[in-house]
């Protein structure tokens, strides 16, 4: 960038900061009006364009998990355990075998 083109920059920078001054003394409502109103628009812009470009890329393997429970649901009915996910290791647990309801009952074998 040239030196004139460096300076015409710094001008134009300074005269917008020193209109922001002027404003926020000579007319302070129109002044937070307009600075709420462009971070109003900045915020819709900016949501617009998560939309666009974050938003439907978004899914993966989670959106075939939920068709996939979706059709689940609707072949089984809707008494499905969602999957989930454990942060550890899995504990065994041990349990006594309870003995058997049947008993054996001797007889004459000839």
């Keep these: 960038m040239g030196q004139k083109a460096?300076?015409?920059?710094?001008?134009?920078?300074g005269l917008a900061i020193f209109?922001?001054?002027?404003?926020?003394?000579?007319?302070?409502v129109n002044f937070f009006k307009s600075i709420l109103m462009m971070?109003?628009?900045?915020?819709?812009?900016?949501?617009?364009?998560?939309?666009?470009?974050?938003g439907r890329h978004?899914?993966?393997?989670?959106?075939n998990?939920?068709?996939?429970?979706?059709?689940?649901?609707?072949?089984?009915?809707k008494n499905t355990v969602p999957f989930t996910k454990q942060n550890g290791p899995s504990k065994i647990q041990r349990t006594t075998k309870k003995s058997s309801h049947l008993t054996v009952i001797k007889g004459n074998k000839k």
């Design 6 to 13: 460096k300076y015409f920059v710094y001008g134009i920078i």
């Design 39 to 54: 971070l109003g628009f900045a915020v819709v812009i900016g949501v617009v364009i998560y939309y666009l470009f974050v």
């Design 58 to 63: 978004k899914g993966g393997q989670d959106s």
């Design 19 to 28: 209109g922001l001054i002027y404003n926020l003394f000579v007319n302070p």
């Design 65 to 77: 998990y939920r068709k996939a429970l979706k059709q689940s649901r609707k072949k089984y009915g």
